[in-house]
């Protein structure tokens, strides 16, 4: 069983568009995590959230945003797509309380054209 | 978040040891040391994690300094599976400390 599985893998869209990116953790981790991976690699921290607090990293727009239906999901919503928001997404989980490791997905690619 | 300094860029012989260094000189006393490796196309895998001893694993050994401020990923035996970015990360015990990642250090294995 896939412990961090996202969905889709692959998505093209036109500027413009709403979409959203899936995720879905069945570790029972408390928290969640979105992160942002650019054309240069550099991976960065876009929301971390557990069913207390939502923690946003500023430089985020706020076409931006994460829902989580439950403990196991957390969902990236993204409005008005522009061609900058092209990139690799991932997500992850970890367990609170302790300092473990966090388990990532396999990434979704987000291609806006 | 503290910062950690790693070089660009490694190579190594397959079949070789393989040293990865981490300078983390402004760490404090409740952060931990994170591993983490990025395979082509993939998500960040976790390696190895301490704190002040040194650790080991079925993956690597974590050598870590005696003043914490730099530690030393130990791959034993490197095979050409094991070319990847590797982040060293500083993660505070402290709640809802995130996972930071900085450039890391790509590892380039030579058959």
């Known amino acids: 069983d896939t412990a961090v599985s996202q969905t889709p893998k692959y998505l093209v869209t036109q500027m413009g568009n709403d979409k959203s990116i899936k995720c879905e953790q069945n570790?029972?981790?408390?928290?969640m995590y979105w992160y942002k991976q650019d054309s240069k690699k550099f991976l960065k921290i876009m929301f971390s959230y557990n069913n207390k607090e939502l923690i946003i990293n500023e430089t985020v727009p706020n076409r931006f945003s994460p829902k989580s239906p439950d403990k196991a999901h957390l969902n990236l919503h993204i409005n008005s797509l522009e061609l900058g928001d092209s990139a690799v997404y991932f997500c992850a989980s970890s367990q609170d309380g302790d300092n473990t490791e966090a388990f990532f997905g396999q990434g979704t690619r987000l291609t806006v054209v | 978040d503290a910062k950690t300094t790693q070089p660009n860029s490694m190579e190594s012989n397959e079949e070789e040891p393989v040293h990865l260094p981490c300078n983390h000189s402004?760490?404090?006393?409740?952060?931990?040391i994170h591993w983490y490796r990025q395979l082509p196309s993939q998500g960040p895998e976790y390696v190895i994690h301490g704190l002040t001893s040194n650790v080991n694993n079925r993956m690597a050994s974590l050598a870590i300094a005696e003043d914490r401020k730099s530690s030393t990923l130990i791959l034993h035996r490197a095979t050409l599976r094991d070319a990847a970015v590797y982040y060293c990360i500083l993660r505070s015990v402290s709640y809802g400390q995130n996972f930071v990642f900085g450039p890391g250090t790509r590892l380039s294995v030579l058959p």
């Open positions: 402004t760490i404090s006393g409740t952060d931990y």
């Open positions: 570790l029972g981790h408390d928290t």
